[in-house]
């Protein structure tokens, strides 16, 4: 049975930081891609970061930037969000997402609050 489970979001004041993890089992993790997308009320579904199976290749929405990084430890079949400088427009429910050819599997969410 596939699962994601995703963990470490909360409410946290501007300019914090939170560190987000998603555990992985039910495959064969290391073989696979993984996103990080982000959902705000009342907006689509963003791509915030993807990081390739190795780890070695990495890429980021223009919104986090410099301000997130993706990383993953196939040895723990986890893949983790660093967030800093977090800002009020950062608040969503942030999902972790493994894909590979056309398997495409996701986690039930976690929120992030940024809020004064």
């Known amino acids: 049975q596939v699962q994601l489970v995703e963990s470490g979001g909360g409410l946290v004041q501007p300019g914090g930081s939170l560190r987000l993890s998603c555990v992985a089992s039910?495959?064969?993790?290391?073989?696979?891609?993984m996103r990080w997308y982000r959902q705000a009320p009342g907006k689509e579904r963003e791509l915030v970061a993807v990081?390739?199976?190795?780890?070695?290749?990495?890429n980021y929405a223009d919104s986090v930037k410099g301000r997130f990084t993706i990383s993953r430890d196939n040895a723990k079949n986890t893949v983790y969000l660093q967030m800093n400088s977090l800002k009020p427009e950062d608040t969503a429910v942030y999902y972790c997402?493994?894909?590979?050819?056309?398997?495409?599997?996701w986690g039930q969410g976690t929120q992030v609050t940024v809020s004064s």
């Open positions: 039910g495959f064969t993790f290391s073989a696979y891609a």
């Open positions: 990081i390739s199976s190795a780890g070695g290749i990495t």
């Open positions: 997402n493994g894909f590979r050819f056309r398997d495409d599997y």
